[in-house]
């Protein structure tokens, strides 16, 4: 009997039957398995190294089974705003980085993807022991959505080494302005005499991101967005240090080298092309692994401060666990956030593991915190642990982002401008960049029609 | 009979209408409903009128975007094509077997994709540890300290260094197949003439590829006017230094998928698709002109 239509359609339909009863029957057996408890995604693959432990014993602690996946950084952010977008499942609990918040709770309040933690950690007695700086960074509006993993408070990295090599002694180093003259006089050189520098005093990018706009001004108690949303970076304060930054980039006097990331910082840092670079608690584990052969070469000491009696720290990344309103069990997944961030068991394997201190008050007494590090050859947890409170707060917006490179903006034309008028006075071109840029930032403020008009928006303008 | 012919006809075109109506007529209409509001994601949408056209018609950044994305254009009709043609001519002119093999080393690039070239392109322009400026300081003694990436003025150049590299080769593809048409007769005959090298390009190679060139022009404008993913891994997901590097679909990008606001990113997809159709029509358009007498 042949098929009317002909061979070629029954041949097409047949295929396509085929096909769906093969996704059909892979479909049947994956639904077969029993599903894991919770579903545990994380971007940073040293993190998902180190919590293995402390997973397998809460498993066996509450009979459940947890899931982990490690996900790309940036394919993280893209999939978690698809799912928020689209209102789609999410994984029962994340672990994402601060960049990603403020894309990820943009919109009206109530339509935010994520969990409000503020009653469970007030509930758990939790609100004393994180610093408000830090819990700062994972609240919108007043309510708490991320539990956070860190502080990453900021010293400097420096070649030991060489610095006693050319006779400069880093405890002197206690302010910018010093740190900008011994700079100049002892530490940039031209060691082969022809010409070209073969050493700089510091890594500082030429786009003022991450040091100038991330770690710099935070520290000079400069923030890119307030804490009630508004751009707050137009002040007197920044042109001063924008200012600053543009004298030790460029020109024939500058001090620093744009060593940029990976090999090329390790190559300039071996070489000796930088002695200093900015080094929070997590930077000190890549520097270590990308540098083995500078064990022992290799310090840290606190950031010269802007003025004397001035803080001597800031703050640079950060990640936290939410929890997706999605979650099947909410409550277990808050009860394992608490577990794997705060179990005092795993914290000394943690920090060994990734020379990242422990976010909570009550864990930076412990003893593991004074152990002397094969590397660095100091009490690195104690070093960062004394300089915690002492950490700036950042403020998350969905605007944050935009803010930061608009600012990274202003930096580049600067830097134009001063290679185009040496010698000149760049202030008050920066501050009418700044100016410029604040509007821009205010114009797209402005017109989310989903967002609440920033407190004080009246004042401020 | 005409009955079941009509039958199977439609079966089997319905694979290309079901698939069209999914992927481009629904989206096409949709995207055109959501420019007119603003969304916070899919679940949050606010009709807001022409607002979405006017803030990016007089946004300057987005005319920071069209700019650079113009100047990329230019580059590529202006420079790589001809590139392409010229090593089309030369590899014609080989009757040999290597041919096939600078065939394929020249195309290779295309085959990598542009995220890879990115990555790779980004490694290779590092100040003072990048491949170029190494090279460029021993032939030369200059130049090991640019930054390429770092500095407004050195963006752009290197987008279409990069570029070069990798889409040369494809171009030279289809200026190839056009060199086919050209008649061996005519070019004979030409050469008895007594015309030289560049007469017989102008008057006999260039009128019998115009149709290849043309569309290999028309395709060229419209991939330079859609660029994201090279600059966008060159770049490490930003705009460049002040923004040099910044594309029209890479701005439409930020609104619709970093800012969430998928109705500015429409209104910026409905723009930059009337200003290709403008350029196409005058592009055809200078062609029908070129060939009226």
């Not at chain 1, 407190?455 to 401020?460: L, T």
Request: hydrophobic content about 50%; aromatic content about 12%; glycine content about 8%.
């Amino acid at each position: 009997m042949r098929f009317p239509p002909g061979n070629a359609v029954l041949a097409i339909l047949l295929t396509a039957f085929v096909a769906g009863v093969l996704v059909f029957g892979a479909r049947q057996r994956m639904a077969s398995e029993p599903p894991p408890d919770l579903e545990f995604v994380m971007f940073a693959l040293n993190h998902y190294d180190d919590y293995s432990a402390a997973i397998a014993e809460f498993e066996r602690r509450h009979g459940v089974r947890i899931q982990m996946q490690l996900v790309n950084n940036q394919a993280l952010q893209s999939r978690l705003q698809s799912a928020l977008m689209s209102g789609t499942r999410m994984p029962d609990i994340v672990e994402i980085e601060a960049s990603m918040f403020g894309a990820l709770t943009q919109g009206p309040l109530e339509g935010i993807g994520f969990h409000d933690l503020t009653d469970r950690i007030r509930k758990d007695g939790l609100m004393e022991d994180f610093i408000d700086s830090r819990l700062a960074m994972w609240t919108r509006d007043g309510r708490i959505f991320g539990i956070p993993h860190d502080i990453h408070p900021v010293m400097l990295a420096y070649r030991a080494d060489i610095l006693k090599e050319i006779g400069v002694d880093p405890a002197a180093l206690d302010t910018w302005e010093r740190f900008e003259a011994v700079a100049r006089e002892h530490m940039v050189a031209d060691l082969t005499g022809n010409g070209v520098t073969d050493r700089y005093a510091i890594d500082f990018s030429l786009s003022g991101l991450p040091e100038l706009i991330d770690v710099l001004l935070p520290q000079a108690g400069v923030d890119v967005i307030d804490a009630l949303g508004r751009p707050a970076f137009n002040r007197e304060a920044t042109v001063e240090l924008f200012a600053w930054f543009l004298r030790q980039t460029q020109g024939p006097d500058r001090i620093s080298f744009p060593a940029g990331w990976g090999q090329n910082l390790a190559k300039a840092l071996s070489d000796g092309l930088i002695l200093f670079l900015v080094a929070p608690d997590w930077r000190t584990h890549q520097i270590q692994t990308d540098n083995p052969r500078l064990a022992g070469s290799l310090k840290l000491m606190p950031l010269p401060a802007w003025e004397a009696g001035g803080r001597h720290t800031s703050t640079w990344g950060g990640s936290s666990l939410v929890i997706p309103k999605t979650a099947r069990n909410p409550d277990l997944a808050w009860e394992f956030a608490k577990f794997l961030y705060l179990e005092k068991e795993f914290l000394p394997d943690r920090f060994r593991n990734t020379n990242i201190i422990p976010p909570a008050r009550s864990a930076w007494d412990e003893p593991f915190l004074d152990d002397v590090h094969p590397f660095w050859e100091q009490p690195i947890g104690r070093r960062y642990a004394d300089l915690a409170e002492d950490v700036p707060a950042v403020h998350p917006s969905p605007y944050r982002d935009y803010a930061r490179n608009r600012l990274s903006t202003v930096f580049t034309r600067a830097l134009r401008w001063a290679r185009n008028n040496p010698g000149a006075d760049p202030r008050d071109f920066i501050r009418a960049e700044l100016t410029a840029a604040e509007a821009d930032v205010w114009r797209r403020l402005d017109r989310n029609v989903f967002l609440a008009p920033p407190q004080g928006e009246a004042e401020q303008r | 009979m005409r009955r079941r012919q009509l039958i199977s006809a439609w079966l089997f075109l319905s694979p290309f209408l079901i698939l069209s109506g999914v992927f481009f007529i629904y989206p096409f209409l949709w995207a055109t409903i959501l420019a007119f509001y603003q969304t916070s994601g899919s679940l949050h949408s606010v009709f807001v009128g022409w607002s979405n056209f006017r803030f990016v018609l007089s946004d300057p950044e987005f005319f920071r975007a069209l700019r650079n994305t113009t100047v990329f254009a230019a580059f590529s009709v202006f420079l790589q094509l001809p590139l392409s043609l010229g090593l089309a001519l030369l590899l014609n002119s080989r009757k040999d077997r290597w041919k096939g093999f600078f065939r394929l080393i020249l195309f290779s690039p295309h085959l990598v994709g542009p995220i890879f070239v990115g990555i790779l392109f980004s490694v290779l322009f590092t100040a003072r540890f990048g491949m170029i400026n190494r090279f460029l300081h021993h032939v030369s003694g200059w130049g090991l300290d640019l930054r390429w990436l770092a500095d407004p003025a050195l963006v752009m150049p290197a987008l279409v260094l990069t570029s070069l590299w990798m889409y040369v080769g494809f171009n030279m593809i289809y200026f190839l197949a056009g060199l086919q048409n050209v008649s061996e007769d005519l070019m004979d005959a030409a050469r008895v003439d007594g015309a030289g090298p560049w007469q017989r390009f102008v008057n006999v190679i260039v009128p019998a590829i115009k149709p290849v060139a043309l569309f290999v022009v028309i395709m060229s404008t419209i991939g330079s006017f859609q660029l994201f993913e090279l600059p966008y891994a060159l770049l490490n997901g930003t705009g460049g230094p002040d923004n040099a590097g910044l594309t029209i679909v890479m701005y439409l990008y930020q609104h619709a998928f970093e800012s969430g606001d998928l109705g500015t990113g429409a209104a910026v997809g409905w723009i930059l698709a009337l200003i290709i159709f403008a350029i196409s029509m005058a592009q055809i358009r200078i062609s029908r002109g070129l060939e009226s007498p």
